[in-house]
């Protein structure tokens, strides 16, 4: 993980811990939802992926699925972690499609967007 994630907050208030290696996420593909102090970075929710999660995505106009080798990308299967634009999960959320969540590895920007209440709802890491 980069140094600046490492100084970079989760939605509890904590550090930032890593998303996932394996499939390798996050804008910097390096494994973290991290902003690196840039604005405009919004993959920042980690989440846990499911196929219907998946399916809805893709008929939303993204496909998670599809490998692209040009961006290093292997396509996503159920269970993979990965780094989420926000937007995408908002929609998600609104849809009640939306992926069970990694609170301490997602970006405590994801607050300006949606609330604590409504994370923990779907999180992973508090059942």
């Known amino acids: 993980m980069s140094e600046a994630a490492h100084s970079e907050k989760n939605v509890l208030g904590g550090t930032l811990l890593a998303c996932s290696y394996a499939p390798l996420t996050g804008y910097y593909r390096d494994g973290c939802c991290a902003t690196r102090a840039k604005s405009g970075v919004a993959h920042l929710v ?10 809805f995505s893709r008929e939303r ?49 994801v607050l300006r967007f949606v609330p604590l209440e409504a994370l923990k709802r779907c999180a992973l890491d508090l059942q």
């Open 46 to 55: 980690c989440v846990k992926v499911t196929e219907p999660f998946l399916q």
């Open 61 to 109: 106009g993204n496909d998670l699925i599809t490998p692209r080798p040009e961006l290093r990308f292997r396509g996503l299967k159920p269970g993979d972690r990965w780094c989420l634009h926000v937007l995408r999960f908002v929609e998600a959320l609104e849809a009640d499609m939306a992926p069970q969540v990694i609170l301490a590895s997602t970006h405590a920007n």
